[in-house]
């Protein structure tokens, strides 16, 4: 995913491509590239196009996009109840950083709102 999500949204790549890139870092078989491929594929996590006899794939989702669909996906499994605990306890342990991009995220999709209630 990091060879596909490094390329760009419009960049397809064949199985030949990112066993290249993979295999720089890493001793991996190109048959087992083209085997999580074609897995990610089937479970949407790929777009997949033929080519001649190949084929071609992207990544469906950014990386953002694919972590805040795991992220609610966990908050889905744990219940209503536990959801908030689950949240507070995600943002007591967050960095300095993690907190300023949170703030500024809730100003984007809530910019009338002050989430700190200090307005």
Same mark, same amino acid.
């Given at each position: 995913?990091?060879?596909?999500?490094?390329?760009?949204?419009?960049?397809?790549?064949?199985?030949?491509?990112?066993? /290249?890139?993979?295999?720089?870092?890493?001793?991996?078989?190109?048959?087992?590239?083209?085997?999580?491929?074609?897995?990610?594929?089937?479970? /949407?996590?790929?777009?997949?196009?033929?080519?001649?006899?190949?084929?071609?794939?992207? =990544?469906?989702? +950014?990386?953002?996009?694919? +972590?805040?669909?795991?992220?609610?996906?966990?908050?889905?499994?744990?219940?209503?109840?536990?959801?908030?605990?689950?949240?507070?306890?995600?943002?007591? /342990? =967050?960095?300095?950083?993690?907190?300023?991009?949170?703030?500024?995220?809730?100003?984007?999709?809530?910019?009338?709102?002050?989430?700190?209630?200090?307005?």
């Amino acid at each position: 995913m990091d060879v596909l999500w490094a390329t760009g949204d419009d960049e397809w790549l064949t199985v030949r491509d990112v066993h /290249e890139a993979v295999a720089t870092s890493h001793e991996v078989a190109y048959t087992t590239v083209m085997t999580v491929m074609d897995r990610l594929a089937r479970k /949407e996590m790929l777009d997949q196009q033929r080519d001649g006899r190949a084929y071609r794939y992207r =990544a469906r989702a +950014t990386r953002g996009e694919m +972590t805040a669909a795991l992220m609610r996906g966990a908050l889905d499994d744990i219940g209503r109840q536990d959801r908030a605990g689950a949240l507070v306890a995600f943002v007591g /342990e =967050a960095s300095a950083d993690d907190l300023d991009a949170l703030r500024a995220a809730l100003a984007r999709v809530a910019p009338d709102d002050d989430p700190t209630g200090t307005s």
